[in-house]
Each structure stands twice: as structure tokens, then as C-alpha cells.
């Protein structure tokens, strides 16, 4: 999913919001680091965060955001695990497998995926999917 995004949503990627969201997220304890553009995704900003959610089976968790100028977006959450990996996606974007909102969830973040309703407003969508994603991290501690 690295370049050229601007064919899945036909808009420029925000990069302006995408700073804003780096910034933010730069103070936040949950992540360990924050890439700008890194050189295998230009399109986006990856949050790697810190290894003290997750069980020793996880080794790594990112999640990586793009936006677009439209209020488009898309946000992949993936997780190196020993024995293989764990993806979800979150998206809003046109598309000919789903409804414009849509996720893809896991364990693989399949094609088509399920239909969905996300808030309107960037800051909503995004808390919105933090949140999915601390479930899922407070689930380990519990199974």
C-alpha cells in the first residue's frame, strides 16, 4: 500500500492533517515512534507502538494512517506475530467491493470486507479506531 494512493481516493493525500496527527501522536505513551513519510510508505505516517501491550508472541504493532484532502482515509493496523501476522483496516474511500465506508478486519483484513459507519469528523474516526485497537490490546491480558 506504499505511493500513488491518490488513485484509491482520486484526491491529494493530506499532508498538513498528517502532521497534525504526527505531532499529536508524538506525545502519546502508546507509541515508540512516529515515521514521517518513511521511505517505503511516502504516502503516510507510521506509529510503531510500544511492546509493553503485547504479549511476547507479538513482536512488533504499527499502525499506519493516510489521508486524504477530501476526508477520505485509510488505517492499517498490523501486527508481527511469531508465526505469522494480524492485519486490520479501516477505510473510507470509494470502492467496488464495499460501500464507501468500509472495514477490512482481521485476522487478515480480507477483500471485500464488511460494510461500516465511521464518524464523520477526522478526530471521531481516528479515536474511534485507537479505541478498537486498545480492545484488542487489553484482550491479550485477558484470554
Request: hydrophobic share 30%; proline share 6%; charged share 30%.
Amino acid at each position: 500500500m506504499s505511493g500513488g494512493r491518490d488513485d484509491v481516493s482520486g484526491t491529494p493525500i493530506d499532508f498538513a492533517r498528517l502532521n497534525i496527527i504526527a505531532e499529536r501522536f508524538a506525545t502519546d505513551d502508546r507509541f515508540t515512534g512516529i515515521e514521517i513519510q518513511p521511505e517505503f510508505a511516502p504516502d503516510r505516517i507510521v506509529c510503531r507502538y510500544d511492546s509493553g501491550f503485547y504479549p511476547q508472541r507479538v513482536q512488533s504493532a504499527r499502525l499506519e494512517i493516510v489521508w486524504f484532502e477530501n476526508g477520505d482515509f485509510s488505517l492499517h493496523y498490523h501486527e508481527e506475530l511469531g508465526d505469522g501476522a494480524f492485519d486490520y483496516r479501516w477505510d473510507r474511500h470509494p470502492s467496488d467491493h464495499n460501500t464507501r465506508d468500509h472495514v477490512h478486519p482481521g485476522p487478515d483484513a480480507r477483500t471485500p470486507g464488511d460494510d461500516a459507519s465511521h464518524p464523520e469528523e477526522w478526530r471521531d474516526a481516528l479515536s474511534m479506531v485507537l479505541g478498537e485497537i486498545d480492545d484488542r490490546q487489553r484482550a491479550f491480558w485477558t484470554e
